[in-house]
């Protein structure tokens, strides 16, 4: 499985920022919760990562990744009732837009809810 170790800690991250805040919270303060669980380990990470879409070598479009992880993983953080397919199509165009191999969603719902993403 690929960066395994790395989608480990961030998954243990993830739960502890979890069990600490529970549900509730706008995704800002779980995305902040779990840059400063994650820096607490050691482990480095960005918020809003810019990624840029193009269309015919023309950037038509940005969006902005929750996170990104040791500049090879993805997080993308949701705040929902249960992760839809349309939170797994967002996180696998932004492995395609960015070259990334690997990603996760986590949702801070009612229940914790993590999908991991190959591209």
Known sequence: MKQKELTDAVLCCFYTVYNT??????????QNALLLEL???GISARAQL???VYYD????GEYFADIL???ILIV???ATSSIL???EAQLLNYLKATGKEVGLLLNFGPSPQVKRKVF
């Open 85 to 87: 397919p349309e939170h």
């Open 39 to 41: 820096e607490k380990r």
């Open 57 to 60: 070598g023309k950037e038509v």
């Open 76 to 78: 993308e953080i949701k």
């Open 69 to 71: 992880v040791e500049d």
């Open 21 to 30: 805040l529970g549900f509730g919270f706008l995704e800002k303060v779980y």
């Open 50 to 52: 810019p990624i840029s």
